[in-house]
């Protein structure tokens, strides 16, 4: 590359450590130049740093679940934090106790303490987990996690020392700027780019990653409070932010410098194949579908000429199985409708390949902005089918109420109101069949399962809400968990007796 300071422009490609390079490094005894890649290598302890540890205190986010579309990612208070790396070849473990924060007035569950252990080693990404059900004190398994790999090896490659690392091994541009420089790579076909500061020491790493209802989705990742900790400067505070909000706010307390990390891939997970993508169908009344076999459900409703879908979650792959086999159930009729109950992405990442199919997105009016924004975004990462066809989104907006009508049956969807869990969230109702389906608000546990000892209180708003509708129900197709159920069960789960009419 020709470098011609005269015009001010000073980019230079990192050359990887060949025989010469090593030599001229030798050489240098001097200091480097404050803010470059050179320096803050220097800074930060590059050369002898095999792996690291570091811990501390925080937040952390849960993304993609914002209790409104305009609020963003709920926190939770984390009470450890923990991260150790290997550097080379790359492996990670992260373990993180946190427990959600409540934001009076809004109304949630009592929050539980959740302990997560996540692990990386090459195209290999597993958690611990103690299985449901288990005895108290039962060891946690190891449960495959093939689609967090990405995720957990950008993590690796965005702490200050895996950039700078990173940086060195593929190639790097620099630039000069505002007294440091900005250097930017590709690992795995992932962009990165971090600025360095004045101080030589990395400040900020952003990078993208795919998500189903953002598309490419800006990951930045901020280090400040750098400080020696006993041999090493690492940033005092770490803070990220994920399409757009918080994900993670850590304050650093201790950090070690080269501990053993051995992370070895369980056998378990070696020998994992992902499962082929099952949809089971169960009619629920004539005409009237439940397609379960994944995390979140999807009904289909067969009507004179159209078919109408209740949900489109999780994300492309999830909606193609599911529409293949609306397809197959229901034969030669288009989907014109796909109703969405709330934004949480489990619930809308599969939204865009019904509209991709031709479908009306039916959702509350006040999710129609954040579709129209998130659904504008570039998609260059995994450009799915809409991003390939560009067909216009069409919407149907609801604010307390909107009913499809057709020749075979309405369909009524209803706000659920004053919920604590979403404040833009909406269900079906079905008066023919005296179906209920809703997502979140209630969710059945195992057959046998006793009800809760304390009420869900989006159970609770639930019932208030069907109560408030004089809606008659008969059956609930829950949207999570592992059956269709009751209004009698529902009505026993927020300590109502079966058969009493009065709301508690
Ligand atoms: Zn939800």
């Known amino acids: 590359m020709r470098i011609d300071a005269g015009v001010g422009v000073h980019m230079r490609r990192v050359m990887f450590l060949g025989i010469g390079v090593s030599l001229v490094l030798a050489s240098v005894a001097c200091r480097k130049p404050v803010g470059t890649l050179e320096a803050a290598e220097e800074a930060l302890g590059i050369a002898s740093m095999r792996s690291l540890e570091y811990s501390g205190t925080g937040q952390w986010f849960q993304f993609g679940q914002a209790p409104s579309p305009n609020l963003p990612w709920p926190p939770f208070d984390v009470s450890r934090f923990s991260a150790a790396i290997s550097y080379d070849p790359p492996s990670a473990r992260v373990e993180i106790v946190r427990r959600q924060k409540l934001e009076p007035p809004r109304v949630r569950p009592t929050p539980v303490e959740q302990r997560v252990m996540q692990f990386v080693n090459g195209s290999a990404a597993w958690n611990l987990v103690v299985p449901a059900g288990a005895p108290a004190g039962s060891p946690p398994v190891p449960q495959p996690q093939p689609a967090s790999v990405d995720e957990r090896m950008m993590e690796i490659w965005t702490t ?49 990653v795919d998500t189903p209802v953002l598309g490419d989705t800006l990951v930045e990742t901020v280090y400040s409070d750098y400080k020696d900790f006993a041999g090493v400067m690492f940033p005092g505070r770490i803070f ?108 809308s990442g599969g939204l865009r390949t019904y509209v991709d199919e031709g479908a009306t997105v039916v959702t509350h009016q006040m999710n129609r902005p954040y579709f129209d924004q998130a659904w504008a975004a570039p998609r260059t990462l995994n450009p799915d089918r809409l991003a390939q066809s560009k067909k216009p989104p069409k919407f149907e907006e609801v604010t307390e109420r909107l009913v499809l009508t057709d020749k075979n049956r309405n369909i009524e969807i209803h706000s659920i109101a004053n919920s604590g869990h979403n404040d833009a969230f909406l269900m079906v109702y079905l008066p023919k069949e005296k179906i209920l389906v809703e997502g979140d608000a209630f969710t059945p546990g195992t057959i046998d399962a006793p009800p809760p000892a304390v009420p869900n209180p989006y159970t609770v708003n639930l019932n208030e809400n069907i109560e408030r509708l004089k809606l008659d129900v008969r059956l609930v197709a829950a949207l999570h968990g592992p059956r269709v159920t009751t209004m009698a069960e529902l009505r026993s789960a927020v300590g109502v007796q079966s058969g009493a009419t009065k709301a508690r």
């Open 240 to 347: 990220r932010t994920q399409g757009g909000h918080p994900v993670l706010d850590i304050t650093i307390a201790e950090v070690t410098l080269n501990p053993a990390v051995d992370i070895r891939v369980p056998d378990q997970v070696k020998a994992f194949a992902p499962p082929p993508a099952q949809v089971n169908v169960q009619a629920l009344a004539s005409g009237v579908y439940y397609m379960t076999g994944a995390n979140a459900h999807t009904v289909a409703i067969d009507q004179s000429d159209h078919i109408a879908v209740i949900e489109g979650p999780a994300n492309e792959a999830r909606s193609l199985a599911v529409i293949a086999k609306i397809k197959e159930t229901i034969p030669n009729k288009p989907i014109r409708y796909v109703i969405n109950t709330h934004v949480h992405f489990d619930h």
């Open 160 to 208: 200050p020392q895996g950039f700078l690392k990173a940086a060195r091994a593929n190639g790097a541009l620099s630039e000069p700027a505002s007294g440091g420089s900005t250097v930017s790579f590709v690992v795995a076909g992932k962009k990165y780019v971090g600025t360095i500061g004045p101080q030589s020491y990395v400040e900020k790493v952003q990078t993208w």
